[in-house]
């Protein structure tokens, strides 16, 4: 059985390999559940740039995951 602890656990370790601007995007939008908005006041950016590095990250990830499946 996987629990909600172990995806996230999980989810840590594949966003502990992107580079640190796309870490940071996905941890605080897509572990902590910030809004962009919210995201952005934290980084010091505008929230589209955080939606747009949010979404490279996910393609990265993505990309990443189906090369692992083979």
């Not at 995201?39 to 692992?68: F, S, W």
Request: aromatic content about 6%.
């Amino acid at each position: 059985v996987v629990t909600r602890a172990d995806t996230h656990r999980w989810l840590r370790e594949l966003v502990a390999h992107l580079p640190p601007k796309f870490a940071e995007a996905v941890r605080l939008v897509g572990l902590e559940g910030l809004s962009f908005v919210e995201a952005g006041e934290r980084l010091g950016i505008d929230a589209d740039a955080v939606r747009k590095r949010y979404e490279r990250a996910r393609v990265g990830l993505r990309t990443r995951l189906e090369n692992r499946r083979g």
